[in-house]
């Protein structure tokens, strides 16, 4: 579907959404997945290592749905020092996940990084 013309807004809904991903296998972040004809504003990404040891994380937008095509990184193999915060994207540096795009998750050590997002879906005119 093409993308949603988003000066016509008609409705946006504020979210926030959470990860912890138990393998170290990437993970597609269904949340942040917008339905058909919507577009999602990320505006904030958080990683937290909640371990005492360093653990590693990457973050990117996929050029297809659940994880397909190819990764564009965010952020990527940075190491997150224990008991610690990475802040991977903000109001600043925000961005926007259409309906042919995903967001992936990969992380070096299992259930080590919890993950937050704020975001807005934003319908707009076709």
Do not use: C, H
């Not at 961005?95 to 967001?103: A, G, K, M, R």
Request: hydrophobic share 45%; glycine share 6%; aromatic share 6%.
């Amino acid at each position: 579907m093409a993308t949603p013309n988003i000066v016509g807004v008609s409705d946006i809904r504020a979210s926030t959404t959470y990860l912890k991903p138990t393998d170290l296998n990437s993970t597609a972040w269904t949340a942040l997945q917008p339905d058909l004809g919507k577009v999602n504003r990320v505006n904030f990404i958080s990683a937290a290592n909640v371990t005492n040891a360093t653990a590693v994380v990457s973050v990117a937008v996929n050029s297809a749905v659940a994880g397909g095509g190819t990764a564009y990184r965010l952020a990527y193999q940075i190491s997150v020092p224990p008991n610690s915060t990475l802040i991977i994207a903000d109001k600043t540096t925000s961005l926007y996940v259409t309906d042919t795009q995903s967001v992936t998750v990969a992380v070096g050590t299992a259930s080590a990084i919890e993950l937050v997002a704020s975001y807005e879906t934003i319908t707009g005119t076709a």
